[in-house]
């Protein structure tokens, strides 16, 4: 009660305390009992943890609502009710933090006297420390835990070489427990000393150094063997700094070397397979293609020798000409997307001996992935440059078939498949058949029905389906030409057509024999020995009997016998000595073979002059095919023989005319193939033996001008049209290449088939290459071009100077022959003599025929508008004295104006008028008639021109032969002529699209009808 009277001075004291004080009084339910209390006092302190400064005559559980929650209120009553004084400590909940309180409770007399300390902080760091004492301890299981599961190996060094720790691993390792080992040094662990010192030297480093140190050792385990390890050694500092022990682990990674050993070695043996592989293969990596590894067929295509030219190295630096070329950029794409590549014969063009090449490939680029996962491309290629080049070769070479077949004279057609479809026909083909272009792609059998059941149709299915070549002349073919059927002869050629060894097709060719066929049955009525002396014909006829012992001239006896008596000893009388063996060779063969005898020889005539013959025998066989006899004719072909060598030698004297021509000059045969080159093409391309064909000049041509080349020399080789062409050729002493123009000219016979090309090769390479001198050069090369075709014209008159020359030669020397001799020339050498100087004579007209003959074809002619009439009218004044001396007249209607050639068409008609002047009956005036006729012809307009005369006219029979070169009907003695006229006659008309045929009648005249369209197709022909 005093202490409340002397509230103040006690509140004065109280909120000087640093704790918190509550004074309390005791309130009481009905029981008795404590049910909270009153709050007498406050001091200062506890304002901290109430808002209500106004706390008199309020309940402490208002106060402190959340006394309630721990407890504090309990702990107050228990005091207030038994007097124990309580102390303890408890949380307590204020704006949702948590503080904890040491609180004391005493009770005084009524009064209950609180105090609290706020030990929060204490209690936090305790909670602090025992939370970091319970991590540590958790730490320290898991370390130890961790350490002592590991495959690992953990331990500590002290700085005297001893084991301080060392965990389960490295005790199994050892094969050894803690207690043996722990506190041991190297030696004592069972560390050789080589590796004792080592280690011992490395903790000294790492001691000093105060830095890790790495190493790889082998150790043997005392279960597993000997074991190979990847170990650290670590310096661990004391809180000085100070180095106090060094901390080792070590890893086995015996698996891990082994593998990489596993992989070194199949990484060593995929590169040795690359490096082996006959395949050309590299293998790069990265977008920049960095080559790694390559062979040498990789290496020989990239035109290099030693792999150190481009490992390492990007491949656009090793072929700097890739760049812009699809290839490398393919790689690239590859190595990004990791997606293969397959390509056939891509085109790459690669630098090969200095020159840019283009060459083909069949590629294959694939992503492959080594063990760490890195990523390269194998590339692997196969060259297939000549398989491409082939295949072209082959389309052209089939291209130009399809050609040679639409140009060919010859009725042609080409079958294909089983059905035997007409894949191709030429018109010539097509006028056999009598059937137009629709025919193409239907089966022969559907075009024909008719041949169903024949002997030719069995033989076409025996070609096809069996393989069997099949050629027979005069075959006998029921078929429908006309609108009825007929019987038609034919000349018949067969042949499979293969591919890949199969057959596929086959190829027909058929000749119109059927006219010679009929003539020559009704000749056949005669009996076999008269047929056989008519099959064999020729100047001398003889017999010899079946085993050749005997022989009896029948006609002409005496250029070989001076009797028709049997001769038996006819070898050694007729043959020559040193053709005698090959004489009885050929004849004993024949008569096992029962063969033809066909043999050039010489022969010893009755006057003992030796000449030379080609003999013909045919055998004579009964019913059983038993030689009965034999029919044979011998022709005289000593002048042939004498002229051949003569022309042997103009030839021999073209080669050295040729040589020291500055031009390159060449020869080539009909398809193309080139069989002589004068010394200047050996001194320019650095030949040093004769080498010819395609061989011999493709390889020397600028690769980037061969397909241009070989296309314009091949289309001229089959159209027959003159040749020219640019192009660089490579000099076989310093490797450039040059500019050459190119030109040639076709040589035809008779029959228009060109046997020759003479072509020039002349240097335009200033012309083509200096730009500064332009103008200078453009002049130079015109006249250049003039001089290549003067020397080429020049060439065709050289030669037939040449041939000319040893005629002229024969003629000097046979003229001064008969003038030294003069009065001591008998009656037989004088006319001997003048047989000499008539044959040359003809031989030099010859001569000149033979070239106005082969420059027929030689330049193309311009078309226009030709008026026939003025084109006699020009002739009659050209042969105005031969018409005078003769008395001949010419006769002609009002002749039409067509297209065509004027000079060409001049020519035509001078040299039939010319002919019916030449060949005028003695006596009779020469009278010549034209006349035209109109008509239509395949929806085309044309003229049919008869020219006829009164002269000597001719046997018909002999009517498509005077058309042939060298053809004379009439003894050279009688009329002059080279037999070429006529000949020129038919080129000319046929090069116009016409015909030309002649009839006759001997002593009545002749009569030629000229065919020609009224339009030409072309502006040249």
């Given at each position: 009660m005093e202490l409340i009277h002397n509230l103040e001075l006690f509140q004065t004291v109280f909120n000087s305390v640093p704790n918190g004080i509550v004074v309390l009084k005791s309130l009481y339910n009905d029981e008795g009992r404590v049910k909270d209390f009153s709050i007498v006092l406050l001091n200062t302190y506890m304002f901290n943890w109430i808002e209500d400064s106004g706390y008199q005559d309020k309940n402490y559980s208002e106060i402190f609502p959340n006394v309630n929650r721990s407890d504090i209120f309990q702990k107050f009553i228990e005091t207030a009710e038994t007097g124990l004084t309580?102390?303890?400590?408890?949380?307590?909940?204020?704006?949702?933090?948590?503080?904890?309180?040491?609180?004391?409770?005493?009770?005084?007399?009524?009064?209950?006297?609180?105090?609290?300390?706020?030990?929060?902080?204490?209690?936090?760091?305790?909670?602090?420390?025992?939370?970091?004492?319970?991590?540590?301890?958790?730490?320290?299981?898991?370390?130890?835990?961790?350490?002592?599961?590991?495959?690992?190996?953990?331990?500590?060094?002290?700085?005297?070489?001893?084991?301080?720790?060392?965990?389960?691993?490295?005790?199994?390792?050892?094969?050894?427990?803690?207690?043996?080992?722990?506190?041991?040094?190297?030696?004592?662990?069972?560390?050789?000393?080589?590796?004792?010192?080592?280690?011992?030297?490395?903790?000294?480093?790492?001691?000093?150094?105060?830095?890790?140190?790495?190493?790889?050792?082998?150790?043997?385990?005392?279960?597993?063997?000997?074991?190979?390890?990847?170990?650290?050694?670590?310096?661990?500092?004391?809180?000085?700094?100070?180095?106090?022990?060094?901390?080792?682990?070590?890893?086995?990674?015996?698996?891990?070397?082994?593998?990489?050993?596993?992989?070194?070695?199949?990484?060593?043996?995929?590169?040795?397979?690359?490096?082996?592989?006959?395949?050309?293969?590299?293998?790069?990596?990265?977008?920049?293609?960095?080559?790694?590894?390559?062979?040498?067929?990789?290496?020989?295509?990239?035109?290099?020798?030693?792999?150190?030219?481009?490992?390492?190295?990007?491949?656009?630096?090793?072929?700097?000409?890739?760049?812009?070329?699809?290839?490398?950029?393919?790689?690239?794409?590859?190595?990004?997307?990791?997606?293969?590549?397959?390509?056939?014969?891509?085109?790459?063009?690669?630098?090969?001996?200095?020159?840019?090449?283009?060459?083909?490939?069949?590629?294959?680029?694939?992503?492959?992935?080594?063990?760490?996962?890195?990523s390269a491309v194998l590339h692997v290629a196969l060259d297939v440059t000549e398989q491409v080049l082939s295949r072209r070769k082959l389309e052209d070479s089939e291209s130009r078939l399809k050609s040679m077949i639409d140009q060919t004279p010859s009725p042609t057609l080409v079958l294909k498949g089983d059905d035997l479809v007409i894949e191709q026909i030429n018109k010539h083909m097509l006028e056999l058949i009598g059937r137009g272009y629709e025919i193409i792609g239907m089966p022969l059998i559907a075009v024909l029905p008719e041949l169903e059941g024949q002997y030719v149709w069995e033989q076409v299915k025996n070609v096809y389906f069996k393989g069997i070549p099949f050629d027979q002349s005069e075959v006998l073919v029921v078929h429908n030409r006309t609108g009825q059927l007929g019987k038609y002869y034919y000349n018949l050629a067969y042949r499979p057509l293969l591919e890949n060894g199969q057959i596929t097709g086959m190829i027909q060719v058929a000749i119109d024999v059927t006219q010679q066929v009929t003539a020559r049955q009704k000749m056949e009525e005669s009996e076999s020995r008269f047929r056989a002396l008519v099959n064999a014909a020729s100047n001398v006829v003889y017999q010899i009997d079946a085993d050749w012992k005997i022989m009896r001239s029948l006609d002409g006896g005496g250029s070989l016998s001076d009797s028709e008596e049997p001769v038996s000893k006819w070898l050694e009388h007729f043959i020559h000595q040193n053709d005698r063996e090959k004489v009885m060779n050929l004849i004993a063969k024949s008569i096992a073979e029962k063969s033809i005898f066909e043999l050039e020889h010489r022969t010893i005539a009755p006057d003992g002059t030796v000449g030379w013959t080609f003999s013909r025998v045919v055998p004579i066989l009964d019913d059983q095919n038993n030689i009965i006899e034999w029919f044979g004719a011998a022709s005289d072909i000593t002048s042939q023989k004498e002229l051949q060598q003569v022309i042997k030698e103009s030839e021999e004297k073209f080669r050295q005319l040729a040589d020291l021509v500055p031009q390159i000059i060449w020869t080539g045969n009909s398809d193309g193939y080139i069989d002589y080159y004068n010394r200047r093409w050996y001194e320019y391309t650095g030949f040093e033996v004769d080498e010819y064909g395609d061989l011999s000049w493709v390889p020397k041509i600028h690769p980037d001008d061969v397909t241009f080349v070989l296309e314009n020399w091949y289309q001229s080789v089959q159209s027959g049209n003159f040749y020219q062409t640019e192009f660089r050729l490579k000099n076989g002493n310093t490797g450039e290449y040059r500019w050459f123009l190119s030109k040639a000219v076709p040589i035809k016979e008779k029959t228009g088939v060109i046997s020759k090309w003479f072509g020039t090769c002349t240097d335009i390479h200033e012309q083509k290459t200096i730009t500064e001198k332009l103008e200078f050069l453009v002049a130079d090369r015109t006249k250049e071009l003039q001089r290549s075709n003067e020397d080429l014209q020049q060439f065709a008159h050289v030669a037939s100077h040449d041939l000319k020359e040893p005629v002229r030669k024969i003629k000097t020397f046979v003229g001064r022959l008969e003038?030294?001799?003069?009065?001591?020339?008998?009656?037989?050498?004088?006319?001997?003599?003048?047989?000499?100087?008539?044959?040359?004579?003809?031989?030099?007209?010859?001569?000149?025929?033979?070239?106005?003959?082969?420059?027929?074809?030689?330049?193309?002619?311009?078309?226009?508008?030709v008026d026939l009439n003025e084109v006699i009218k020009n002739i009659e004044t050209d042969l105005e004295v031969s018409l005078q001396r003769t008395g001949g007249k010419i006769y002609h209607d009002n002749l039409p104006v067509l297209e065509g050639a004027s000079v060409l068409l001049y020519q035509l008609f001078y040299n039939l008028i010319n002919n019916s002047i030449k060949f005028a009956k003695e006596g009779t005036p020469p009278e010549i008639k034209i006349s035209s006729e109109k008509i239509i012809k395949l929806d085309k307009n044309w003229v049919v021109i008869t020219l006829e005369d009164n002269g000597i006219g001719f046997d018909e029979s002999q009517a498509e032969r005077i058309f042939e070169t060298f053809t004379r009907l009439n003894s050279k003695d009688s009329y002059e002529g080279t037999g070429l006229g006529l000949s020129l006659c038919k080129k000319i008309a046929e090069r116009h699209g016409g015909t030309i045929s002649a009839d006759g009648t001997v002593g009545k005249g002749a009569v030629f009808v000229i065919t020609l369209p009224f339009e030409q197709n072309e502006n040249d022909i």
């Open positions: 309580a102390s303890f400590e408890q949380w307590y909940e204020s704006d949702e933090t948590i503080h904890w309180f040491k609180f004391t409770s005493t009770k005084q007399g009524e009064l209950l006297v609180v105090t609290t300390e706020d030990i929060t902080e204490k209690r936090q760091a305790e909670i602090a420390l025992n939370n970091a004492l319970t991590a540590a301890e958790k730490q320290k299981r898991l370390y130890d835990s961790v350490i002592n599961n590991t495959p690992d190996l953990v331990y500590v060094f002290d700085l005297n070489y001893k084991f301080t720790y060392a965990n389960k691993a490295l005790l199994t390792m050892w094969g050894k427990s803690a207690e043996d080992s722990i506190g041991l040094g190297l030696r004592e662990n069972g560390y050789e000393e080589w590796h004792a010192l080592m280690h011992e030297r490395e903790i000294d480093f790492v001691a000093a150094e105060k830095r890790s140190i790495r190493g790889t050792v082998s150790f043997p385990h005392a279960e597993l063997g000997k074991r190979i390890y990847d170990y650290i050694f670590a310096p661990v500092f004391n809180e000085k700094g100070e180095v106090e022990a060094i901390a080792g682990t070590t890893r086995d990674i015996t698996e891990i070397k082994q593998a990489e050993e596993k992989r070194q070695q199949s990484e060593n043996r995929f590169r040795h397979m690359i490096e082996q592989s006959p395949i050309a293969m590299l293998l790069s990596r990265g977008e920049e293609v960095i080559i790694e590894t390559i062979n040498k067929p990789m290496l020989k295509f990239m035109n290099k020798t030693n792999p150190d030219e481009v490992l390492g190295k990007k491949m656009i630096d090793a072929l700097p000409e890739l760049l812009g070329q699809p290839a490398l950029q393919t790689v690239i794409n590859v190595q990004k997307t990791g997606v293969p590549f397959r390509g056939e014969e891509q085109p790459v063009d690669l630098v090969i001996d200095g020159i840019l090449e283009r060459r083909y490939f069949n590629f294959s680029y694939d992503c492959i992935k080594d063990s760490d996962g890195n003038d030294h001799l003069q009065d001591q020339l008998d009656e037989p050498a004088s006319k001997y003599i003048g047989r000499i100087n008539v044959a040359a004579e003809r031989m030099f007209n010859m001569i000149d025929g033979v070239l106005a003959y082969s420059k027929i074809n030689a330049d193309s002619q311009k078309t226009a508008l």
